[in-house]
């Protein structure tokens, strides 16, 4: 029998700054492709041909106690890419005590900060939504996936997906 790791500790950073203590739950991205049917002349059925990442991949929730004023003058920001977020992750199986290490560095801007409700002796977290547009996924430090979408990066285990497409578009 075998036990599977679970998150036992966690941080959280913007820009390098460190959220211990302050976040207690985060959302990881989904990574997700978007399928198109295709049923061609001769085709009994239909297949899903591949069109790339999914529409709704690229949100990033994660929550945070109190007023924090960096997140709140990094609201507006005008790039795609102007604001560094990294999870970091640290997961243990308890029949062998092995850990792990997940860390999700991404790249991108904050759509909303949700204030939620505010009540005196009440917990006063705020939910942010950063949508990214770089990714990138690493375990044990081998990077798994990396996504860097204004570049057309797409690598999964060190294979860059899209490296023949720009090549053949002049990229």
């Not at 460190?18 to 976040?23: M, R």
């Amino acid at each position: 029998m075998a036990l599977p790791k679970k998150l036992k500790m966690m941080n959280l950073f913007n820009e390098g700054n460190s959220y211990q203590g302050q976040t207690g739950e985060v959302t990881i991205p989904k990574i997700a492709r978007k399928f198109e049917d295709w049923r061609g002349g001769g085709m009994n059925g239909n297949i899903k041909w591949d069109a790339g990442l999914a529409d709704d991949i690229s949100e990033f929730t994660w929550k945070l106690g109190g007023i924090d004023p960096l997140v709140l003058s990094q609201w507006g920001a005008a790039t795609v890419d102007a604001i560094g977020l990294r999870f970091a992750g640290s997961y243990q199986r308890d029949d062998t005590g092995e850990t792990s290490s997940l860390e999700i560095s991404l790249r991108g801007r904050h759509e909303e900060i949700d204030f939620g409700n505010q009540k005196p002796g009440d917990d006063t977290e705020k939910t942010i939504k950063t949508i990214w547009s770089y990714y990138k996924l690493t375990i044990d430090n081998i990077v798994v996936v990396e996504i860097d979408i204004p570049n057309m990066i797409e690598k999964v285990n060190g294979v860059d997906l899209l490296e023949k497409h720009r090549a053949n578009i002049g990229l």
